[in-house]
């Protein structure tokens, strides 16, 4: 490469890697593995590296990733919170070794080797005993503010226990664990949501979550690996998790000193293999100096520690032969191409089939049938197709053919301008898909008939007996007694589940009805906005998007959804079966008064209970959420509220109303003009981040982590 070509490739690499960044840790939607982005990374720092003149302080090669987000509070870390260096060879890790040997000129120190867990890094700040601020890393130098999500991990020490120190921060990581995350995802997909990839994603996806509640749904978990306090008695690494232990925080048990570089490498293949017998994923082990003087001897690069390094395993990868591709159909017509394999052992389980995605992926991969070929096992539960060993192509092969129709009822498919996916049209009578639908009506947060299941679902299919979930309400005890294992008791059980079903308000209706891209909370939208199915089916595309948050795409498929005939018929015999298909008088929208207005109810109320309070926010068209970011419109400040909220609503300069200013509001006194209760604090938005604590050595720079 000539000099001009060197900074082209560098600029390129460099804008490939902040997308990557964003994707990782704004999006938590990472669309390259590990060891890939990894990869780009060490090209760029060797480039950077032989060609100075090219430097920027603004590469990602200087700068931690970086998960800001608009939507938080953004605090300055009192600490700098570093990443750590990472290697994939054993040979980088000797050198790490002998850098740490020669930078303390001696051999007599300790080493703490841990696990890595793949998840997301948190900060946390204890006042008392008692936890004060959840920061995320951002990038480094300040994180956004997760306190109220944070609170909601179930294993998080509410009050320490035993001698800890009156004010301290500790790191670690909130995570899931593999069985949890494939519940959550089970669930998401009965709901007709997207699933998450893998563990780590959906952690980092839920810990920037807007609403507290919804995270508290979901199953977070936490290690804690780092504690900086002040004091003599807090210089050993390892001593400090144990004390940490003792003082109620969960701290993972897989952790050893070692004195020699073999131990360390010891540990190393030991958890190679033992890794996938642990209930959660870790993507390394990691390698610290134990004593904090050495550590601070030893001192950072621009980026990470000298004093620690984290080794990474590489995805396990096996090859094998790719014998067909096959597609599947889900419920709501999407098509996803699979991989049929030549059976092979990976990562402790034979795999027979990998993910191929969509079309795109296939041709990226260039595959074709009897293509050797790379499957990795990652942070994802499905295994996927990496790459193709062109060199073993049988000589006659062709480019394959994505599926133009689709396999179960023939009708060709569509790929809408703008996505990835095909889509199977047909989902009056494509089986896959009627049959799905079904399944989403009877769901939990659905119809809720919790009598039947995904099983008699199709044996109602077989049988001959449902076309639709309409058919569900013409069912007679006569016709089920005949399925297949179907007891007296368990008949009459499906029926009354259905019967009972029938009192499940609108809301859920719609959201049973299985629109795509209607999930549970935009049906509840267009259920209050509308009122009733009628006049949801009148709605024009412009009344439609005029409802707050939703957008084109959704409105074109309820649109969608009613010019279809044979829907109006279901609805149709869902009226007819006495479904409620509006919203009860005291449901229904009182006034729109606020919409896209959000509200943060907090505190106890004296002419309210805090539920009806959000209750009547929600029928005059408002948002309820549970925590203050900069997006609030509203917090209405009760007795008692958290004073760390209140603090939090007057750096942004949030309008703090009353109660009774709120009863004013809708009852037209004081409309939207409320001027905030309190804005003696004098904090403005520009301020909140120099508000924060200062650094302990005060100066104004970050300093040791
Ligand atoms: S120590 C300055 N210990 O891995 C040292 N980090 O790739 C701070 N991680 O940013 C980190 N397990 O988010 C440490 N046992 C462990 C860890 C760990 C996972 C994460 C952490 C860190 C990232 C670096």
Redesign the pocket.
């Known amino acids: 490469m000539n000099e001009t070509e060197v900074k082209k490739r560098i600029e390129s690499l460099r804008a490939e890697l902040k997308e990557h960044n964003y994707k990782y840790y704004v999006l938590a939607q990472p669309s390259i593995s590990d060891y890939d982005f990894d990869m780009l990374l060490e090209e760029l720092t060797q480039l950077e590296k032989e060609y100075p003149q090219f430097d920027d302080p603004d590469s990602p090669t200087r700068k931690v990733g970086g998960d800001i987000t608009k939507e938080f509070v953004t605090v300055k870390h009192r600490y700098r919170?570093?990443?750590?260096g990472?290697t994939y060879s054993e040979e980088e890790l000797k050198e790490f070794d002998e850098r740490v040997r020669k930078g303390l000129g001696r051999d007599d120190f300790e080493y703490v080797c841990?696990?890595?867990?793949?998840?997301?890094?948190i900060s946390l700040n204890y006042v008392n005993g008692e936890l004060r601020q959840a920061l995320t890393?951002g990038d480094g130098i300040q994180g956004d503010d997760v306190t109220t999500n944070i609170r909601t991990v179930k294993n998080l020490p509410v009050r320490l226990k035993g001698d800890y120190p009156a004010d301290f921060d500790i790191?670690?990581?909130v995570f899931m664990h593999r069985a949890a995350f494939e519940r959550m995802n089970a669930e998401r997909e009965e709901e007709g949501l997207p699933g998450f990839a893998n563990p780590r994603n959906s952690a980092a996806g839920t810990i920037k979550m807007q609403e507290s509640s919804e995270v508290a749904k979901r199953p977070l978990d936490l290690?804690l690996?780092?504690l900086i306090a002040d004091g003599p008695e807090y210089r050993g690494h390892y001593e400090n998790l144990q004390k940490a232990k003792s003082w109620g925080f969960p701290v993972?048990e897989h952790i050893r000193k070692c004195q020699t570089f073999d131990e360390v490498i010891n540990f190393i293949h030991h958890w190679d293999k033992a890794r996938h017998d642990l209930s959660f994923d870790?993507d390394g082990v990691?390698i610290?100096v134990n004593n904090y003087d050495e550590q601070e001897e030893l001192g950072f690069t621009a980026k990470?520690?000298r004093w620690?390094i984290?080794y990474k395993f590489k995805a396990e990868a096996a090859v094998t032969v790719l014998e067909s591709v096959s597609y599947q159909v889900g419920r709501t017509g999407a098509i996803t191409p699979v991989a049929n394999l030549k059976p092979v052992h990976l990562a402790g389980t034979t795999v027979k089939r990998a993910s191929l995605y969509n079309e795109d992926q296939i041709k990226k991969l260039d595959l074709r049938i009897g293509d050797t070929v790379f499957v990795e096992k990652g942070g994802e539960i499905i295994p996927k197709v990496t790459g193709v060993d062109i060199s073993k192509r049988p000589a006659d092969s062709e480019p394959l053919e994505y599926a133009k129709v689709c396999p179960e009822c023939g009708t060709p498919l569509v790929r809408k301008p703008g996505e990835a996916q095909h889509y199977c049209p047909n989902d009056a009578s494509c089986d896959p898909q009627v049959r799905g639908k079904v399944v989403h009506f009877i769901g939990r947060k659905a119809m809720d008939i919790d009598s039947m299941g995904a099983e008699s679902v199709e044996l109602l299919f077989d049988a001959g007996l449902i076309k639709n979930y309409a058919d569900l309400y013409s069912l007679t005890y006569d016709q089920v007694i005949q399925l297949d294992r179907m007891a007296e008791k368990s008949a009459s059980n499906l029926l009354l589940g259905i019967k009972k079903s029938k009192e499940i308000p609108f809301e859920r209706v719609l959201f049973g009805l299985g629109i795509r891209m209607v999930g549970e909370t935009v049906a509840k939208k267009l259920a209050r906005k509308f009122a009733s199915i009628d006049a949801l089916e009148k709605a024009s595309r412009e009344e439609l998007i005029a409802v707050d948050e939703i957008g084109e795409k959704i409105a074109d498929q309820v649109i969608d959804f009613f010019a279809q005939e044979h829907n109006c018929e279901i609805i149709q015999q869902l009226k007819d079966a006495g479904l409620h298909m509006e919203m009860e008088a005291t449901e229904g929208p009182v006034s729109d008064q606020f919409e896209g207005k959000s509200f943060l109810v907090s505190g106890v109320f004296a002419n309210f209970s805090r539920d009806e309070l959000k209750a009547s926010i929600e029928a005059h068209g408002g948002r309820n959420v549970s925590s203050v970011s900069s997006k609030l419109d509203y917090l209405i400040a009760g007795d008692k509220m958290g004073p760390e909220k209140l603090k939090k609503a007057e750096a942004l300069g949030i309008k703090i109303i009353s109660e009774v200013e709120y009863m004013g509001m809708i009852e037209g006194e004081i409309k939207d003009e409320v001027e905030p209760l309190d804005t003696a604090s004098g904090f403005t938005q520009d301020d909140k981040v120099k508000n924060e604590t200062e650094n302990k050595n005060g100066d104004g720079q970050t300093s040791l982590?």
């Open positions: 919170m570093m990443s750590l990472n841990e696990l890595k867990f793949d998840g997301f890094a890393r790191r670690g990581e290690f690996y780092y993972s870790i990691v610290k990470t520690p620690a984290a982590f």
